[in-house]
């Protein structure tokens, strides 16, 4: 959402919104997934492609902010992926995993749920099977993959986590 859009909807000044958006870009641009080095001025600024020559308005000290984000947007919708870890011996992560198992869009599974099993005797590494809600181990982990999760989802769950980890 716009500037615009946010304060309208949150009913907050476009002066507070415009402040908490540049506050979460620093967020993203000193505890991302990525670390920037911009310091290098002979080379061009890595997201020129993205600016006009007037920069849409971005002013020069937060050309590297924008970018942060424009790359942290990128990073996400192409790899962020939800995972869980459940443990089989509780009913009420075995109820969820049964309920994601069931879950379907376009027809395809929207979560893998994998059985991992205890590390046997003799075994290097654990087993890994299907989930079956009706013959499971319950000392089992239960590993949960959405894999179908679109882009803006991504994001603003990358940013939310990073919200926790480092608060406003």
Known sequence: MTVRDTSKATKLSRQAVDSIFMRLRQIMFDHGLVKFDFSNV???HPARFVFNPKHRGVPE?????????????????????????????????????????????????????IEQQTLKPGETE???????????????????????????????????GLLLRYPL
Not at 85 to 100: F, G
Not at 141 to 150: S, V
């Open 42 to 44: 002979d080379e061009p």
């Open 61 to 113: 000290r937060h050309h590297d902010l924008y970018a942060a984000e424009l790359v942290h947007r990128v990073l996400t919708a192409q790899n962020l992926r939800s995972f869980e870890e459940l443990s089989a011996s509780n009913p009420a992560h075995v109820k969820k995993a049964i309920r994601l198992h069931k879950i379907r869009q376009n027809g395809m599974r929207r979560f893998a749920v």
């Open 126 to 160: 654990p087993k890994r099977i299907p989930f079956d809600p009706l013959d499971f181990e319950e000392s089992s982990t239960l590993l949960i993959n959405e894999h179908r999760l679109d882009r803006h989802t991504a994001f603003f769950r990358y940013l939310w």
